[in-house]
């Protein structure tokens, strides 16, 4: 039981580049996030899924898209990457809705644009 | 939108020291949680409570409803236990609560 796993650990990326960034779950949950990690910001919600085909804006969504095809994979997309979006990149997923489900975390994605 | 505020942001302290991280929200809820963030990046839930006090280990975390605050303790502290000490409330929309919103942080510093 691998939890939720992030693919890349590490990414640099040129201004202008495109790039996706893979968050995968063996849990069976239904929901899944995205967050943003800066320093002095605290986690930041970008995007997330309540179940397979379905994706949601979270609080600072601009310049990213998400696909969720498959229940188990949450796709996170820059479609032209800017220095702004230089950050620690965090998948988290929860069996489902409601106050007392835990939110697992992946360990992350560094990306650096130039 | 769900604020939640910690104190402090830094905490530097000796081993064996007793810790207290405050944690506080606008908005009511039924439950809070607490997160540890390793020197690592990892991030990994410590708590989750909607009334009274829990324990675990040398952790102790309480929360008041109805103030709309809640604490962690570290007791005999350990170079350990440094770390970053994150709560977050719950968020709500149409589909009841599907999220979580954070706060920024305490980061925690045990020197031996």
């Known amino acids: 039981n691998a939890g939720v796993t992030q693919t890349p650990k590490f990414r640099v990326l040129k201004t202008g580049q495109s790039m996706t960034l893979l968050c995968a779950q063996d849990?069976?949950?239904?929901?899944m996030y995205w967050y943003r990690q800066d320093p002095g910001m605290g986690l930041r919600l970008i995007h997330y899924?309540?179940?397979?085909?379905?994706?949601a804006k979270g609080e600072v969504p601009d310049g990213y898209n998400v696909s969720r095809l498959k229940k188990q994979n949450f796709l996170l997309g820059l479609e032209s990457a800017a220095p702004s979006q230089t950050s620690v990149y965090f998948c988290?997923?929860?069996?489902?809705?409601?106050?007392?489900?835990?939110?697992?975390f992946g360990p992350g994605t560094r990306l650096t644009v130039t | 939108k769900n604020e939640v505020e910690q104190s402090p942001q830094n905490l530097t302290a000796q081993e064996g020291e007793f810790i207290t991280i405050n944690c506080s929200y606008s908005v009511g809820i039924s439950a809070l949680h607490w997160l540890q963030q390793h020197p690592g990046g990892g991030i990994v839930s410590l708590f989750m409570l909607s009334s009274g006090k829990k324990k675990h280990g040398r952790l102790i975390a309480t929360i008041n409803i109805q103030e709309k605050h809640s604490s962690l303790h570290i007791t005999a502290s350990h170079p350990r236990d440094s770390a970053v000490y994150i709560c977050?409330?719950?968020?709500?929309?149409?589909?009841?609560?599907?999220?979580?919103?954070f706060g920024k942080g305490t980061h925690l510093i045990i020197q031996p």
């Open positions: 849990m069976n949950h239904e929901y």
């Open positions: 899924s309540v179940g397979e085909g379905t994706t």
């Open positions: 977050a409330a719950p968020t709500y929309s149409g589909g009841g609560a599907d999220g979580l919103t």
């Open positions: 988290a997923s929860r069996l489902l809705a409601g106050e007392y489900y835990e939110q697992y």
